[in-house]
Nanobody, 122 residues
């Protein structure tokens, strides 16, 4: 499956953004999906994940209550709604997919999008 992330941008603290990840090439509903992010000088970190059906989700403590992951299997698209953004949310955000695994680690995902930059100013 090919993944294309979009929706990033420059916003102020407290603003909202919605990231999208368009999938093509395979049956999207067969894939567990995740969002990760990587800030300059830091390792890639887990943000959120969602099961194939979209029925189960899980978030990192740093975004819980502010971010919402969702999956539209009819549109082959993964979303990340980000509210109450903070400067610490500044990073390149990546979407990822895997048919079998559904974990919070980068190694749990076989397919990756190219990333979209989110910058939050204070």
């Amino acid at each position: 499956v090919q993944l294309q992330a979009s929706g990033g941008g420059l916003v102020q603290a407290g603003d909202s953004l919605r990231l999208s990840c368009a999938a093509s090439g395979r049956t999207f509903s067969n894939y567990n999906m995740g969002w990760f992010r990587q800030a300059p000088g830091k390792e890639r970190e887990f943000v959120a994940k969602i099961s194939r059906s979209g029925g189960s989700t899980y978030y990192s403590d740093s975004v819980k209550g502010r971010f919402t992951i969702s999956k539209d299997n009819a549109k082959n698209t993964l979303y990340l709604q980000m509210n109450s953004l903070e400067p610490d949310d500044t990073a390149v955000y990546y979407c990822a997919a895997d048919r079998v695994r559904w974990g919070p680690r980068s190694v749990d995902y076989e397919y990756w999008g190219q990333g979209t930059q989110v910058t939050v100013s204070s």
